[in-house]
């Protein structure tokens, strides 16, 4: 089983940046790529941007290509979201997954999961 620690979730102003961060351990060699999800309150949750281990092949959703950038160091297993000019639309608890097959977008496609990181962008 693939484990999945994220950290860098907080409290920052709208305009202002942060950077998560999500660790993989364990098996990871069925893992194909990293995805970020996010889910608001009230709200289903929604593709936010992945990557794939093999190349440099990223994915965004709409509502944040051009201000948010997927990275990942392979070396370390480790997949970052850096998130800038954020908006209070934005907050969300900001979910780290591990993809094992199909399309990055659809949720289905992932199998590990972690807990999830708080990100809360005031106005």
């Known amino acids: 089983q693939v484990q999945l620690v994220e950290s860098g979730g907080g409290l920052v102003q709208a305009g202002g940046s942060l950077r998560l961060s999500c660790t993989a351990s364990?098996?990871?060699?069925?893992?194909?790529?990293m995805g970020w999800f996010r889910q608001a309150p009230g709200k289903e949750r929604e593709f936010v941007a992945a990557?794939?281990?093999?190349?440099?092949?990223?994915y965004y959703a709409d509502s944040v290509k051009g201000r948010f950038t997927i990275s990942r160091d392979n070396a370390k297993n480790t997949v970052y979201l850096q998130m800038n000019s954020l908006k209070p639309e934005d907050t969300a608890v900001y979910y780290c997954?591990?993809?094992?097959?199909?399309?990055?977008?659809?949720?289905?496609?992932?199998?590990?999961w972690g807990q999830g990181t708080q990100v809360t962008v005031s106005s």
């Open positions: 990557i794939a281990w093999a190349i440099h092949s990223t």
């Open positions: 364990g098996r990871t060699f069925s893992s194909l790529g």
């Open positions: 997954a591990s993809a094992e097959a199909g399309s990055y977008y659809y949720a289905t496609n992932y199998g590990a």
